[in-house]
């Protein structure tokens, strides 16, 4: 009776396979993970990530083999509910939270979690990112009304004590969407915090990115948030999270971490440019969502109503690329690529761009209640 | 679909001579009159009277215009739909076959026999029609009304309404509501005028309380050589074309296939050896509903749940006309398709196409008139088609084993051709006869006649009752069921009868084992032989590929992605990888290589030499030159790897890794640019990244067989959604600056959007300024605006003004070029005014809505319009219109073994998680005509979604609280919850339930109708448990209570619970006694009696039991298809099997002894007295009254004497006593003395003695 499940190997991409199995009701299989490491078998966050997912689904069924190199998943419907969550540190909250982001509007309640950990770190896209892009996004796709994404306390990497609260409203179904002019940059916010160091590291920080992007746009405002006593976390650190608002409601960003305590320091000064130099690549790819949400954008435009939806995106990442192909195994839907090359002379904007597009799969949420 | 049957009407034309147009013309000349309108000719007559009133018509006004609104939804019919499913439905002998068959033969001059399975028509330019007719069985009709877009539904107005209609109806209802049609048929049966109109008046009216009122009922009144009158007929045919139809809600979130066509595929070797394995099939169909999406699970009622193996579509068996300019059809587009009944022109499979050739239609019909010719004709033609065929496509169909495929074909053309012309032909007349639905109409009419006479009898009488009746609509209803039962107990001998005509027919065996068994085996083995044929096609299905790979090698890229799309080959990643498909890139890639070599030897050099320096410009041309060549760049990375491998070598072990993950990006990355068609690479081929990380790996690190490894690097990477920074972007150069410069506000805008040339615009529409400036400032404007490149006119402006050179002399000019300019804003200003005026006046939400939705439904065309099918069936899935081959792997072997075309089968495609089970909430009320209520725990047949399956509900109904409280039984006459366990379907489904689906049973089938609420993995049912304890010591307000637990640890868990008493005392439980166990102390309000009983009020957590059985009805043997039984109830099961409750005793009726009554005691009348007698009596009375009063008081003074001499007397005696005391003292003491004085003395005496 139970429907299809898929077979996957290895633990790449391990967080795409379950939540579109979660999506699309199929079972998984994921074999031989990291079983020719010297450490086989899942490690620390992707349990957590697991018991995550069970938290927030009724009726899921998980099983792991003795050493760990076998997971085998069979969804659950997606319950949502209030959810606390003690993330593992050795991956930030955004990995936990960019799972949610794609979750969240499928579930039966409107989901209000608390995610505790790290707030930020190098590898994922950090809390403060996610707040200043996902969010507007998911605004684009209707759903609007009650998406939050707060930061209560700030923790920096290896030891983590950070906290964040997100809640996420219900839809029935998603609208599709047709953006495919991103339109020009109007202003560049941006946020420079710091735990546990000198409240002027943030201001270093403002000062060197500022140096660089001032050449392109005057109205730049990146505010410090200096974090103290109890909300400043376990570890000490700071970082600058760079926004640009375009005049159609696009929102690129890019940030940029200091190395977690114990390795090789890095000046505010460095880290500020580096992170302005990191904004400028994201405007070069452009496209109407950043590199860290393409995949998010794609997922809803996939998962909406049977109507065209287009989206212009910047070069496709390898991780969105892996997802474009798990979505095609889930749900059969294949987007339809073009690129657009830059038009040579007439306008300096960068990169190539690419339109996705595609028809969404139909998709209405099974898990709400009807009364 | 509604939109496109649009016709333009016909323009009312103006009158251009005559009277009326004199009277126009002398309006119009007299002047502007006729152009005011009555508003401004004559306001008073318009001016508000009441207030009030205006506001109640304004209110009514916008509640009629509101009332109309439907919720707007986004138009996604295709452009080409496909057929309308018309469902011709009623009980048997209604006259169901006679009806389609006389309209396909309206629609096509073509004579049906048989209606076996679905039979497709095009009826019109833009229609075509899908008839199928429903079997007389509940799993059929439930079936079918899911999937009809339009039923046709007959009724033997001779009869009336049978059971069956209402059950139709009822099923309809639940499941999305389609147009429905009555048809009463029989009208010939009524000699009586009068009685005719009132019985179609009658059903009429009942028709519209079921439908909706003036819904449509068509009258077929006789029959002429066995068929309908052709009027008639034509006429149904006309309503049927030009109806619109509305869409259902579950039809177009789901994809459905009406199968008309089945094939066995499955390898006859396998089949021999084991009869009974699981069969791959084939069925065909169009498409209908929604996109559809490959690799997919279907639904089949009556079989389960399968995963569809593969989708292909074919080409249109039954096209609609190419040219649409035509009034009407000529004789070769009027097409039929009927597979199943052996009709259908071309049949095309996956690779070849199979053309029947049943010679001229109009010849055809002058030979013979009989209906089933046509199969044999069309049988023998196919025959020697296929011949003709296999002969000419000896190629595409038999590659490899020629001798025995010709083998086979021999014997199939020596099986085939003279058994069917022998022993068809002659015997076939008479069968024919007997069995076709015509013929035996035509011959049972007499006996129906027979029938009919009595029914119309029994009609009258029926008539005259419904005429006493008529008042009470729901009284009537009951009634008229009543009579239809009694009417059916009625005509029992004739059904009898019946039942006797076909005992004899399979007495009969040989010759009449009815046409349409026959049909199906026909078709069985025609399908056979197709399937024999057809499996080494099959089997090297690579011919086509290899045929398009040779296309495509002279083509280009993309069509190369199809290819291998076509190939189902997963594009190989990390978990995806395929191994061959890496080779086979590969080898693609030598190709590449060799043609190319001599550029990328050039880029090599380039590439080692500079990296940063390269930029994204410079790289661009040159992929665009070569095309499709993503490979030379892999080689170049890999040679590059290779180079920086031995840097790493001399450098250190690990510094390789560092770089790494962004190499690998970078080189990704440009490849991506690289790629004209990233399509290929996001879902085309391996990506090649393997490749070079594989090299690597071994290089630099282990000695590990290389692509394993290489995989689980990749495999088991890091998974991290971020995009790393590309290195070849050196942001600290001008060049990379400036090359994203214009994404800022700051930057250069494109030219509509220009801020200047905006203005510019502006100015041209507003800007009266200019006229004011003409003069002097002319020049200065102009020449801004030249300069930003302003618009045409302005240009002329300037270009006049420079020709002339003096403006100020040449005055007329410049006044012509003014008024010029003065009119077209006047003509613009007009436009926008009479825009805004009718955009913004009307434009409310709603049409705001609407607007929107039909933008996105032409997005929807037109994005994907231009693109091929095979390549659009990627994108979009399979769209509706198509026709569509889907084959399913392992059915069961009964499927094909009982196959019956009568029965429709049908593929729904399940969306989702709908293939997962559940626990399903749904809202439930039991259907007011089922004569009984339902038991929780009972099993029950439930059509839900596509399925038909049984299952065990709870019902339960929800406390103010939020508490689901388990009911026994259904409430009689209100909606209750119920909680199954079943398959998840969407929320806001309609469902409905039966109690059995095996035979006719008497009474109204539907149990119960209701709508799912929610799906859940877990249920909050609870039962109410109360648990008894009783007091056994009782203190003031407190006391000991025990027999209500059994330890103190489940005392422990009810601690704190309030607890109350029968009389009402309500109490609390405090803690748990150590002895007994399970004895608590308790405290009440009151002081407790040893008698009273305590009771605790608890809720109990109930499972649903998870039982999910499909309906598999389709799986028994013909014949048998109606009684399928699934799990029995409770009751049925001790009904069967004997079994019965052993009561309890007291419980029992036992005979009650009447008591005999006891006599009462006399009573005699009082004396009845004379008047003197009276007077005498009461005088006597008087004196006695008198005299006793005498005696009383007279005995009060003797008693009172006699008490005081009692008195007296007893003092004279104590004093007498008191004498006789004294004297007795007196005396006694006297003794005593003189005995003491004696002692004294003798002692006195003996001493002296001594």
């Known amino acids: ?371 | 679909m509604e939109g496109k049957e649009r016709k333009e009407q016909k323009k009312h034309q103006h009158k251009h001579s005559g009277p009326k147009a004199q009277k126009k013309n002398k309006k119009k000349q007299s002047g502007q009159e006729p152009e005011q309108d009555a508003r401004k000719r004559n306001p008073k007559a318009f001016a508000v009277q009441s207030a009030v009133r205006m506001a109640r018509t304004f209110h009514r006004t916008q509640d009629i215009k509101t009332r109309k609104h439907h919720i707007p939804l986004v138009d996604r019919a295709p452009l080409e739909p496909p057929p309308i499913v018309v469902v011709v439905v009623g009980p048997p002998k209604v006259g169901k076959s006679t009806l389609i068959r006389c309209l396909v033969k309206n629609y096509t001059r073509q004579k049906l026999g048989d209606i076996c399975g679905p039979v497709t028509i095009v009826s019109g330019k833009k229609r075509r029609l899908t008839f199928i007719e429903c079997p007389n069985d509940i799993n059929s009709m439930i079936d079918v009304a899911k999937v009809a877009d339009l039923v046709l539904m007959l009724i033997d107005a001779s009869f009336g309404f049978e059971m069956e209609t209402f059950e139709f109806l009822n099923i309809c209802q639940v499941h999305g509501f389609p147009r429905i049609m009555g048809v009463l048929t029989h009208l010939d049966s009524f000699k009586n005028s009068k009685a005719l109109n009132k019985t179609k008046k009658r059903l009429k009216h009942r028709f519209w309380t079921e439908v909706y009122q003036g819904a449509k009922l068509f009258y077929l009144s006789g029959m002429v050589y066995g068929e309908y009158q052709l009027r008639e007929v034509k006429n149904l045919g006309r309503f049927i074309s030009v109806m619109k139809f509305r869409q259902l809600v579950w039809q177009t979130s789901h994809p459905y296939v009406l199968a008309d066509r089945m094939e066995d595929l499955t390898n006859p070797e396998d089949v021999r050896q084991d009869p009974k394995c699981d069969r791959t099939v084939c069925l065909y169909g169009y498409l209908r509903g929604t996109f559809l999406k490959n690799k997919g699970q279907v639904h089949i009622p009556g079989v389960g749940d399968f995963g569809v193996g593969d989708v292909s579509f074919l080409p249109d068996p039954c096209p609609l006309p190419a040219t649409q300019k035509k009034r009407a059809l000529n004789e070769k587009e009027r097409m039929i398709y009927a597979p199943m009944a052996g009709v259908g022109g071309v049949v095309y499979d996956k690779d070849a196409v199979y053309i029947d050739m049943p010679g001229g239609h109009a010849k055809q019909l002058q030979e013979e008139m009989r209906p089933t010719t046509e199969l044999v004709q069309s049988l023998i033609g196919t025959h020697a088609t296929l011949d003709a065929k296999m002969a000419a496509s000896k190629v595409s169909l038999f590659t490899d084993r020629e001798a025995l495929t010709q083998e086979e074909v021999e014997v199939s053309g020596a099986k085939q051709g003279p058994t069917e012309s022998q022993v068809w032909d002659p015997e076939a007349k008479r069968q024919r006869r007997k069995a076709i639905f015509a013929g035996q109409d035509e011959e049972k009419d007499d006996e129906d006649e027979g029938e009919d006479s009595d029914d119309d009898d029994g009609e009258e009488e029926e008539d005259e009752d419904e005429e006493e009746e008529e008042e009470d609509e729901d009284s009537e209803e009951e009634e008229e069921e009543e009579e239809e039962e009694g009417d059916k107990n009625e005509s029992g001998p004739p059904l009898v009868k019946k039942s006797e005509d076909v005992e004899k027919e399979e007495v009969k065996e040989a010759d009449v084992p009815s046409v349409k068994r026959q049909k199906v085996e026909e078709v069985k083995r025609k399908a056979e032989k197709e399937v024999v044929a057809e499996v080494p096609a099959f089997a090297d299905s690579d011919d086509e590929l290899e045929k398009s790979e040779a296309e495509e090698e002279s083509g280009e890229e993309e069509s190369e992605d199809e290819e291998e799309q076509v190939k189902g080959k997963v594009p190989a990643d990390s978990g995806h990888c395929s191994e061959e498909e890496g080779a086979e890139e590969e080898e693609e890639d030598d190709d590449d290589e060799e043609e190319e070599e001599g550029e990328s030897g050039d880029e090599e050099e380039d590439e080692d030499s500079e990296m940063e320096e390269e930029t994204s410009n410079a790289e661009v041309p040159q992929k665009k030159a070569k095309g499709p060549k993503v490979t030379t760049q892999q080689h170049e990375e890999e040679e590059e790897e290779e180079e920086e491998e031995l840097s790493y070598d001399t450098e250190g072990a690990l510094r390789w890794k560092q770089g790494l993950a962004q190499k690998a990006a970078e080189a990704f990355l440009r490849r991506q640019q690289a790629t004209p068609n990233l399509r290929k690479l996001v879902y085309g081929t391996v990506a090649e990244e393997d490749g070079e990380l594989e090299e690597e790996e071994v290089g630099g690190l282990f000695k590990v067989s290389r692509p394993e490894k290489g995989k689980r690097l990749r495999a088991d990477a890091m998974d991290c959604s971020r995009f790393e920074l590309d290195a070849s972007h050196d942001w600290d150069q001008e060049e990379m600056l400036a090359s994203i410069k214009d994404c800022f506000v700051t930057g250069k805008w494109e030219g509509d959007k220009d801020a200047a040339t905006l203005l510019k615009e502006d100015d041209e529409l507003y800007g009266d300024f200019e006229d004011l400036e003409t003069g002097e400032v002319h020049q200065g404007e102009s020449g801004a605006a030249g300069a930003e490149g302003g618009s045409d006119e302005d240009d002329d402006g300037n270009r006049d003004e420079d020709e002339e050179e003096k403006p100020q002399v040449k005055f007329d000019d410049q006044e012509i070029q003014k008024n010029k300019r003065l009119e077209k804003k006047r003509k613009m200003k007009e436009r926008f005014n009479s825009a805004y005026d009718d955009g913004d006046g009307d434009a409310t939400y709603f049409d705001d809505l609407k607007d929107e939705m039909k933008k996105q439904a032409d997005l929807n065309r037109a994005e994907f319009e231009n693109v091929d099918d095979e390549t659009r069936v990627q994108y979009e899935g399979f769209r509706p219109g198509m026709y569509v081959r889907m084959e399913i792997p392992s059915l069961p072997c009964e499927f094909v073994t009982n196959f019956d075309p009568h029965y429709p089968i049908i593929l729904g495609s399940l969306g989702g998680s709908e293939g997962n089970v559940g626990y399903v909430q749904m809202r439930l009320k039991k259907h007011r005509w089922h004569g009984k209520i339902l038991k929780t725990r009972d099993p029950l047949i439930v059509s839900m979604g596509w399925r038909r399956f049984q299952t065990i509900p709870l019902y339960y109904i929800e406390d103010h609280n939020g508490r689901q409280r388990l009911l026994k039984y259904t409430p009689e006459h209100m909606h209750c919850g119920a909680t199954i366990w079943g398959p998840i379907t969407p929320q806001g489904t309609g469902f409905l339930a039966v109690q059995s689906v095996a035979g006719t049973k008497a009474g109204f089938r539907i149990a119960a109708t209701g709508v799912v609420l929610d799906l859940d993995k877990s249920v909050t049912i609870v039962k109410k448990l109360k648990l008894i304890g009783y007091p056994y010591k009782i203190f003031k307000n407190t006391s000991f209570i025990q027999g209500m637990f059994n330890t103190v640890l489940e005392v422990a868990k009810f601690e704190g619970a309030s607890i109350r008493t029968v009389s009402g005392i309500k109490g609390q439980i405090k803690k748990a006694l150590r002895t007994p166990a399970g004895a608590f102390r308790a405290s009440f309000e009151d002081r407790l009696l040893m008698s009273d009983i305590v009771f605790l009020r608890s809720w109990y957590p109930v499972t649903v039991p998870q039982l999910y059985n499909p309906v598999t009805s389709m799986l028994l043997p013909p014949g048998e298809k109606d009684s399928w039984a699934g799990m029995r109830t409770l009751g049925q099961l001790k009904f069967d099997t004997g079994v019965r409750n052993k009561p309890n005793k007291d419980s029992l009726y036992k005979q009650q002894q009447a008591k005999g009554k006891t006599p009462r005691d006399l009573v005699r009348p009082a004396v009845i007295r004379e008047p003197h007698e009276r007077q005498v009596a009461q005088l006597l009375h008087a004196l006695g009254t008198v005299y006793g009063t005498k005696r009383k008081v007279a005995r009060t003074e003797m008693r009172a004497k006699h008490k005081d001499f009692l008195k007296q007397k007893e003092q004279q005696e104590e004093e007498k006593q008191k004498r006789l005391k004294e004297e007795k003292k007196k005396l006694y003491r006297i003794m005593g003395q003189k005995e003491g004085k004696k002692l004294k003395s003798s002692l006195k005496g003996r001493a002296k003695d001594d």
Do not use: W
Not at chain 1, 239 to 265: C, D, I, K, R, Y
Not at chain 1, 284 to 300: E, H, I, K, P, T
């Open chain 1, 1 to 371: 009776m139970a429907s299809q499940g898929m077979t996957y190997e290895g633990c790449n991409f391990f967080r795409q396979r379950l939540i579109l199995a979660t999506l699309s009701g199929k079972r998984v299989k994921i074999r031989n993970i990291r079983s020719r490491d010297d450490n086989p078998g899942l490690r620390d966050f992707e349990a957590s990530f697991i018991r995550l997912l069970d938290k927030i689904t009724n009726g899921s069924q998980i099983e792991i083999n003795q050493t760990g190199t076998v997971l085998f998943y069979q969804p659950g419907l997606l319950y949502g509910g209030s959810v606390e969550h003690d993330c593992n540190t050795q991956r930030s909250v955004g990995y936990y939270l960019e799972a949610l982001l794609m979750l969240a509007p499928f579930m039966k309640n409107s989901l209000k979690a608390v995610l505790k950990g790290v707030t930020n770190d190098q590898n994922d896209p950090s809390v403060d990112l996610l707040k200043a892009t996902a969010v507007p996004l998911m605004k684009k796709f209707g759903i609007d009304v009650g998406v939050e994404i707060k930061v209560t306390k700030r923790g920096m990497a290896p030891g983590g004590g950070g906290e964040v609260l997100f809640t996420c409203p219900v839809r029935r179904t998603i609208r599709p969407i047709q953006i495919s002019d991103p339109g020009k940059i109007k202003r560049i916010r941006g946020t420079a915090y710091s735990v546990r160091v000198s409240p002027q590291m943030a201001n270093r920080i403002v000062d060197s990115a500022r140096s660089i992007l001032n050449k392109f746009i005057p109205d730049i405002y990146i505010y410090t948030d200096h974090m103290k006593g109890a909300n400043s976390g376990k570890s000490p650190g700071f970082g600058l999270t760079l926004v640009a608002e375009t005049l159609n409601g696009t929102f690129l960003a890019a940030e940029m971490v200091s190395p977690p305590q114990g390795q090789e320091p890095m000046l505010p000064e460095d880290l500020g440019k580096a992170c302005a130099k990191q904004l400028l690549e994201e405007v070069y790819r452009g496209g109407c969502v950043d590199s860290n949400n393409q995949s998010l954008a794609l997922l809803y435009m996939m998962l909406g109503q049977q109507d065209v939806s287009k989206i212009m995106l910047g070069p496709l990442s390898p991780y969105t690329i892996e997802f474009l192909r798990h979505i095609r195994d889930f749900f059969q839907i294949m987007f339809k690529i073009e690129t657009k090359a830059p038009v040579e002379d007439e306008e300096r904007k960068g990169g190539e761009k690419v339109l996705m597009t595609c028809v969404g799969s139909g998709y209405t949420n099974i898990s709400k209640t009807t009364k």
